[in-house]
């Protein structure tokens, strides 16, 4: 019988990297995170998971972890530690409190030396000092018997409806091998569009919507087939009331355009180079912010709700967000591709399956 790999997802937010996961048949034992209602949704999507609102800054949170994780197993660590403030000044010293966050990552792999270990952060992070902080990553978990690796990943080769880069590390502990990151499923010829992801859910032209409701119509791509599952309820389909100024500016972009084919006088408070954009119905979107309102659907003249934003960031229907609409749109903007993370540990069950 195949064995399942039990994980721990650290800085897990609602848990996109988790979801990824365990559409790829991992068991989630626990999310750690000190965001109450990200964990929510976490708990809420990943029954039979643990969530910890926790400090992973502070010592304690590692004994915390080890109450809850008891005798069990912990094959795969998985993690996307914020890296603002990451800092190699003075002595070039990497212990330095500011990068405490990835240090939790060093610290939970040395206690629980798991099989393997994933890290995620944004592309700039291998740049960061030259180069530094990312080689400085690597040794330390080579240090530790880890042969590790990083490749910065595209989400929409891998079937996300979205261009969004990601800086990937992963470590495997037993062996003489390295990870051999997973093979693009698309190519930009056949990326998901935006168009292919959301064009059946409700336009929102005459209502607000609401965070539960009923599909208007049938699914019309495979895209949309393979978001609504067995789902037969739409949650988080909520629009922004918006000011009419701002409805008829947004009214004034094309389908793909910004700011840039407003008329003089029009939208002039937000000029820089992001603002006013609307997604192009035929390519997938840009990176999905937290919530900025800078982008608006390809067709209505409205921000995405939260369920479009997180169709755009291949989460199921049935994977409903917690909290308020702020709370909702971080959640859902600082969240892992669900379909990237599911390539990734597809890939990685090659390498622990093989034991
Ligand atoms: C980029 S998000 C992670 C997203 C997640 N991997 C996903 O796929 O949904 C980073 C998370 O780190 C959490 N965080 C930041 N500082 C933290 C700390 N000191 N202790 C625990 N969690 C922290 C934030 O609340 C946020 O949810």
Redesign the pocket.
């Known amino acids: 019988m195949k064995q399942t790999h039990n994980v721990i997802?650290l800085?897990?937010?609602?848990?996109?990297?988790?979801e990824g996961f365990q559409m790829a048949g991992y068991n989630i034992v626990l999310g750690?995170?000190?965001?109450d209602p990200?964990l929510k949704t976490f708990l809420y999507n990943h029954k039979g998971s643990e969530a910890l609102n926790?400090?992973?800054?502070a010592p304690e949170t590692f004994e915390t972890i080890e109450k809850i994780v008891k005798e069990k197993k912990v094959d795969v660590i998985i993690?996307?530690?914020?890296c603002q403030g990451f800092s190699l000044t003075g002595k070039r010293e990497f212990n330095d409190d500011r990068n405490k966050?990835y240090l939790a990552m060093i610290e939970m792999v040395k206690r629980y030396q798991p099989k393997a270990f994933l890290i995620?952060n944004v592309p700039g992070m291998a740049t960061l000092y030259n180069g530094e902080v990312k080689d400085e990553v690597l040794r330390r978990f080579k240090e530790m018997g880890y042969n590790i690796d990083c490749k910065v990943l595209c989400s929409a080769d891998y079937g996300v409806p979205q261009i969004r880069k990601r800086l990937i590390f992963v470590g495997l502990r037993d062996g003489e091998e390295y990870f051999v990151f997973p093979e693009p499923s698309h190519t930009p010829e056949n990326y998901v569009t935006c168009e292919q992801a959301i064009g059946d859910l409700p336009c929102l032209v005459d209502e607000l919507g609401a965070d539960v409701m009923e599909y208007s119509q049938a699914p019309m791509t495979e895209y949309q087939k393979l978001m609504r599952g067995d789902c037969n309820t739409l949650h988080n389909h909520k629009a922004i009331d918006h000011k009419q100024f701002v409805k008829d500016a947004i009214a004034q972009v094309p389908d793909g355009g910004n700011w840039k084919d407003l008329p003089k006088g029009v939208g002039e408070s937000r000029k820089f180079h992001m603002a006013w954009t609307r997604y192009a119905s035929n390519k997938p979107s840009r990176t999905i912010d937290t919530g900025h309102r800078n982008n608006f659907h390809y067709k209505w003249n409205r921000c995405p709700t939260v369920r479009e934003s997180a169709r755009l960031q291949s989460f199921p229907d049935d994977f409903v967000f917690l909290g308020n609409k702020g709370q909702q749109d971080r959640?859902v903007g600082?969240?892992?591709p669900c379909l990237m993370?599911k390539a990734i540990a597809v890939q990685l069950l090659k390498y622990l399956d093989k034991e």
């Open positions: 997802d800085f897990c937010g609602c848990g996109g990297l988790s750690v995170d000190n965001n990200a926790a400090d992973l800054s993690g996307g530690p914020p966050l995620e959640q600082n969240a892992v993370a």
